[in-house]
């Protein structure tokens, strides 16, 4: 998708710039002066020319890109629920939860994971949902190979303390953050 956008526009962006993606991630909140500070232009006219075709290019592409993805899952899968996580799967929600609707499929965004607040540093947010919901399915696939009873105490403390950057991390501090520890600096 990010390639079509650059390739329709032909403003001279690059699909390897950082800002591309981040400024495109932004539309979905309706932030459209995010694509401002994509233009290579130096006058204020052709700084809007240039916002205005990426308005243009843009839902076109995503169009496209809905499509694609659409065909995709057809052919790999017949369907009776989808389970959709990550970045790109939010900046394209309305197109899929519409089309998904109007196939009679429900649709589950993150698996109905939510990263803990406390614990998204970086403002990842639903972009490592997937991410988030395999870790804690691995912590109990642990628990239960290894016979580790929690004792009712959560997955997921309410309280997060960074581990210090040292070779060898604090016992202490891997302990109250919840970790199997069986010695010193493991």
């Known amino acids: 998708m990010v390639h079509q956008f650059v390739e329709r526009t032909a403003v001279g962006l690059s699909k390897d710039d950082l800002r591309l ?6 539309t979905t909140n309706n932030n459209f002066d995010a694509l401002r500070f994509l233009s290579r232009k130096t006058r204020i006219e052709e700084i809007n020319a240039d916002v205005e075709l990426f308005c243009r290019i843009l839902p ?11 065909r995709w899952l057809r052919n790999i899968a017949l369907m009776d629920e989808i389970l959709v996580c990550g970045g790109t799967a939010s900046f394209v929600r309305q ?6 609707d109007g196939e009679g499929i429900p649709i589950c965004w993150n698996g109905g ?12 947010g639903n972009r490592i949902a997937d991410a988030w919901a395999s870790h804690i399915s691995h912590i109990k696939f642990l628990d239960h190979e290894l016979s580790y009873d929690r004792q ?15 070779s060898k991390p604090d016992m202490e501090i891997w302990q109250r953050n919840g970790y199997i520890t069986t010695s010193l600096g493991i």
């Open 21 to 26: 993606i981040s400024a495109l991630a932004e």
């Open 60 to 70: 076109i592409v995503r169009k496209e890109y809905c499509r694609a993805l659409w």
């Open 95 to 100: 197109e899929l939860t519409e089309h998904f």
């Open 113 to 124: 994971m939510e990263l803990p607040k406390y614990l998204d540093t970086m403002g990842l």
């Open 152 to 166: 009712d105490k959560s997955l997921v403390p309410d309280y997060y303390v960074q581990p210090f950057k040292s």
